[in-house]
């Protein structure tokens, strides 16, 4: 499915008149109109209200099934009417009463069904929010992880009206928990506050719908068992990642999925510091059943820019290969960029050691992914690589976008290096540029 098709399902329908009531005033109506149809008495009367509901909602996108409940109503009453010229002991009176509830039901099913096809998830679970219902009552999710990337999708999904829980723990936990979830973006003069819920620990009795796991690459063999032990089906993995594959069969009863959010920086003792692109790519493995629909009612209503790919494996193999040697350079120079902005020798060969990698990978039989570095050994790209990385060593965008989670990722780092090196080697990719500098970090890569 390609990234057309996913904004069809994400993109709402435009909704008029009546539709456009609150969901809170929807809810009200419709306790009302069952009062009024449990207590009412009258045949005329209950026809009459009946077309002045089916006229209300026909105001509100529901004309045709106004139509076709209020034809299912006259045959109902006019076959309950029947009945009471056939005299059959017992029968006539089970029918008569089966009759006389279905009547004081359709009103109810007819404005029951018109709210949930014109109201969105999102606005209702901020509408059942608001009117303090039990969370159990909404659709949850859970960012477990609260780092840069967590704390941005808990935000950001929160502000759209999702009913989102954060997994934080320690001093962290009770910083939000007593002053907020605080972001302050590093292109903005204000500092979101978002006063969300938060939990300490994941019980195996407490049910999602989504949990997305949110933690550095050597943090996430510790969650699996508090995951395999949760009802939780769907879950998300949202970072990096070169062992794609191998980790969904740890949980073979889930549903896996992978995820990248475009969005870096780092985090002090009472806020976090960040650039957040609003960008998401997710799917799942090359293979696996699509979640194309699951995604877009995740993400209905959001500001993310969503990339569906059903190919994550291809995927976040592709961007270890592409941060890794960029990781170099930030060890190369302890974490100041700046020192390489006039250094076009270093930032090519930089490139180089990308360009090994992406080889390795396409000889391996894998895609190279994003589709746009397909080409990735022509001078086009090569050039417009070298403009980033400048971009990156003259600005602040290199410490928020790779030296911040490069220097307090130190073990993520290493991790990565190990394991994408080890895929070059069963593969039999020669690599020696990417060896070059990595020899050259210096002390960092354990």
């Given at each position: 499915?390609?990234?057309?098709?996913?904004?069809?399902?994400?993109?709402?329908?435009?909704?008029?008149?009546?539709?456009?009531?609150?969901?809170?005033?929807?809810?009200?109506?419709?306790?009302?109109?069952?009062?009024?149809?449990?207590?009412?008495?009258?045949?005329?009367?209950?026809?009459?209200?009946?077309?002045?509901?089916?006229?209300?909602?026909?105001?509100?996108?529901?004309?045709?099934?106004?139509?076709?409940?209020?034809?299912?109503?006259?045959?109902?009453?006019?076959?309950?009417?029947?009945?009471?010229?056939?005299?059959?002991?017992?029968?006539?009176?089970?029918?008569?009463?089966?009759?006389?509830?279905?009547?004081?039901?359709?009103?109810?099913?007819?404005?029951?069904?018109?709210?949930?096809?014109?109201?969105?998830?999102?606005?209702?679970?901020?509408?059942?929010?608001?009117?303090?219902?039990?969370?159990?009552?909404?659709?949850?999710?859970?960012?477990?992880?609260?780092?840069?990337?967590?704390?941005?999708?808990?935000?950001?999904?929160?502000?759209?009206?999702?009913?989102?829980?954060?997994?934080?723990?320690?001093?962290?936990?009770?910083?939000?928990?007593?002053?907020?979830?605080?972001?302050?973006?590093?292109?903005?003069?204000?500092?979101?506050?978002?006063?969300?819920?938060?939990?300490?620990?994941?019980?195996?009795?407490?049910?999602?719908?989504?949990?997305?796991?949110?933690?550095?690459?050597?943090?996430?063999?510790?969650?699996?068992?508090?995951?395999?032990?949760?009802?939780?089906?769907?879950?998300?993995?949202?970072?990096?990642?070169?062992?794609?594959?191998?980790?969904?069969?740890?949980?073979?009863?889930?549903?896996?999925?992978?995820?990248?959010?475009?969005?870096?920086?780092?985090?002090?003792?009472?806020?976090?510091?960040?650039?957040?692109?609003?960008?998401?790519?997710?799917?799942?493995?090359?293979?696996?059943?699509?979640?194309?629909?699951?995604?877009?009612?995740?993400?209905?209503?959001?500001?993310?820019?969503?990339?569906?790919?059903?190919?994550?494996?291809?995927?976040?193999l592709c961007h270890a290969a592409f941060v890794m040697p960029a990781a170099f350079a930030?060890?190369?120079?302890?974490?100041?960029?700046?020192?390489?902005?006039?250094?076009?020798?270093?930032?090519?060969?930089?490139?180089?050691?990308?360009?090994?990698?992406?080889?390795?990978?396409?000889?391996?039989?894998?895609?190279?992914?994003?589709?746009?570095?397909?080409?990735?050994?022509?001078?086009?790209?090569?050039?417009?690589?070298?403009?980033?990385?400048?971009?990156?060593?003259?600005?602040?965008?290199?410490?928020?976008?790779?030296?911040?989670?490069?220097?307090?990722?130190?073990?993520?780092?290493?991790?990565?290096?190990?394991?994408?090196?080890?895929?070059?080697?069963?593969?039999?990719?020669?690599?020696?540029?990417?060896?070059?500098?990595?020899?050259?970090?210096?002390?960092?890569?354990?």
């Amino acid at each position: 499915m390609e990234e057309a098709q996913i904004k069809q399902i994400i993109e709402r329908q435009p909704l008029h008149g009546s539709a456009l009531l609150d969901p809170r005033c929807k809810i009200l109506l419709l306790v009302c109109i069952g009062f009024v149809s449990y207590f009412l008495a009258g045949e005329v009367v209950s026809l009459a209200l009946m077309l002045v509901y089916g006229l209300f909602i026909a105001f509100g996108n529901g004309g045709k099934w106004a139509v076709k409940m209020i034809v299912t109503y006259i045959i109902v009453a006019y076959l309950n009417a029947l009945l009471r010229y056939v005299q059959v002991p017992v029968l006539s009176v089970i029918m008569s009463v089966f009759g006389v509830t279905v009547l004081k039901l359709i009103p109810i099913m007819m404005i029951g069904l018109w709210i949930l096809r014109t109201t969105y998830m999102d606005d209702l679970m901020v509408a059942l929010q608001r009117m303090r219902l039990p969370q159990a009552v909404t659709i949850p999710l859970l960012v477990y992880g609260a780092g840069v990337l967590g704390c941005n999708l808990e935000r950001n999904l929160f502000h759209a009206g999702k009913d989102v829980t954060l997994l934080a723990r320690g001093n962290w936990a009770e910083e939000i928990r007593k002053n907020g979830l605080r972001i302050k973006d590093q292109f903005s003069l204000r500092t979101s506050v978002s006063n969300i819920p938060v939990v300490t620990e994941l019980a195996p009795n407490v049910r999602y719908d989504v949990i997305f796991v949110v933690l550095r690459y050597t943090q996430l063999d510790s969650a699996l068992e508090t995951l395999r032990a949760n009802q939780t089906k769907n879950i998300v993995f949202v970072g990096n990642n070169v062992q794609a594959r191998a980790l969904a069969a740890t949980l073979p009863e889930k549903n896996v999925l992978f995820a990248f959010a475009l969005s870096a920086g780092h985090r002090e003792a009472d806020r976090v510091v960040s650039i957040d692109l609003k960008k998401i790519t997710i799917g799942q493995l090359r293979g696996a059943v699509s979640n194309a629909e699951l995604i877009g009612e995740i993400f209905g209503g959001t500001k993310y820019k969503v990339v569906y790919e059903p190919n994550m494996e291809d995927y976040l193999l592709c961007h270890a290969a592409f941060v890794m040697p960029a990781a170099f350079a930030c060890y190369k120079t302890d974490g100041d960029l700046k020192k390489l902005r006039r250094n076009t020798v270093y930032l090519g060969r930089v490139i180089d050691a990308n360009i090994e990698g992406y080889r390795a990978i396409r000889n391996a039989g894998h895609d190279i992914l994003p589709k746009a570095d397909a080409d990735f050994e022509s001078e086009k790209y090569r050039k417009t690589c070298l403009r980033f990385f400048k971009l990156m060593c003259a600005t602040s965008l290199g410490k928020l976008c790779a030296s911040d989670h490069a220097m307090n990722a130190i073990d993520e780092m290493s991790a990565l290096n190990r394991d994408i090196k080890r895929f070059f080697d069963e593969n039999g990719a020669a690599y020696p540029v990417w060896q070059a500098l990595e020899a050259e970090a210096g002390r960092y890569l354990r």
